[in-house]
């Protein structure tokens, strides 16, 4: 089954009997048959038809509008969906199925935070990097045996803190320095870009979490509350570095995004400004969009690596047996 993602603004999406054509102006974008199409994600300025509606509705498929940074405004979903069963399920995780769970997905952190790290090491000249690599490789194994979510925390927060101290070795651009994480609010203009990097994925995973039925204030790792949905969180750990910080190193590094001109310094922090957005989310939805090869030898976009993760974890809710297995970077 295919989501079919509509990221390039003012495109319009009509029905041509039982397919869904995707047009910009007078230019046909693509075509997708209505039987193979899971859901639909509109982001910003675009349209879909009355028709195009109805007919999604009729084949039980859900349609979501967001912002060009992810936030979703809401979703159209067919009458007869109910999620209610599914957010019970989670309800009755065990204690047990939630750690094991949250183990594994503070191990592919770690362990993703590692490759990039690693991936970076022959143009490095950084005497610290080895013991990094050696420090999260053994928070990675510690985080497998740990028995409680506090213990995963320190666990993840002591990696963080390792993987931040070396990150900044790995930025060319000399008008770019970074030494540590600050977050509310971002201190330079690393740690805005990673900052608002950060919220984007974060609203692309909600979404995609709402669209799969998931309740995402009950989570396995992070404790959900009506101001934060924890499951959102849980499953954005393992794309952090593959993701959001794999494009900054390059956006940095080659030098789209500008020190002087990209950024507004006010409210005691640094942000990106206009300008600065427009850059990162051209160039976010580009990574997206770009083919990646999946374990089955298969192409597919960046966005179906979000997508089979949140129905990865769906079928854990579903079936407890089924042991979480998060995205892993070679």
């Known amino acids: 089954m295919q989501t079919l993602y509509v990221s390039q603004q ?27 199409l899971e859901q639909i994600l509109i982001f910003g300025k675009s349209q879909v038809s009355t028709q195009a509606i109805r007919a999604c509705l009729w084949h039980d498929i859900p349609i979501a509008y ?81 028995e409680s979510r506090e213990k995963l925390m320190g666990f993840e927060g002591a990696g963080a803190a390792q993987y931040f101290n070396v990150l900044g070795d790995c930025l060319t651009n000399s008008d770019f320095v970074f030494t540590s994480r600050t977050r509310r609010p971002p201190g330079n203009p690393v740690n805005a870009i990673l900052s608002f990097g950060y919220q984007v994925l974060w609203n692309h995973l909600l979404a995609l979490i709402e669209l799969q039925g998931l309740d995402p204030y009950y989570a396995s790792l992070h404790v959900g509350n009506d101001g934060h949905a924890a499951l959102a969180s849980d499953l954005i750990e393992e794309f952090r570095a593959p993701i959001v910080d794999s494009l900054l190193l390059w956006l940095v590094n080659s030098r789209v995004i500008h020190a002087q001109d990209d950024f507004d310094y006010r409210d005691g922090g640094c942000f990106l400004n206009d300008t600065g957005r427009r850059k990162y989310l051209q160039a976010f939805l580009q990574r997206m969009e770009e083919q990646v090869q999946d374990d089955n030898g298969d192409k597919q976009p960046r966005w179906d690596l979000l997508t089979r993760q949140v129905k990865a974890y769906k079928q854990f809710v579903y079936n407890p047996s089924y042991q979480y297995q998060p995205y892993l970077i070679r």
């Not at 397919?19 to 046909?28: A, F, H």
């Open 10 to 36: 003012n495109c319009y999406v009509s029905l041509n009997k039982e397919s869904l054509v995707l047009k910009q102006g007078d230019n046909i974008l693509g075509e997708v048959q209505l039987p193979l």
């Open 66 to 146: 967001l912002s060009r940074m992810g936030y979703c405004y809401g979703r159209m979903l067919p009458i007869a969906r109910g999620f209610r069963q599914l957010s019970r399920y989670q309800q009755q995780l065990s204690f047990t199925d939630n750690l094991i769970t949250a183990r594994a997905i503070v191990q592919g952190k770690l362990k993703n935070s590692r490759t990039l790290l690693r991936r970076q090491r022959k143009r490095l000249e950084s005497a610290n990097l080895e013991s990094v690599l050696q420090s999260l490789d053994y928070l990675a194994n510690q985080a497998g045996l740990a």
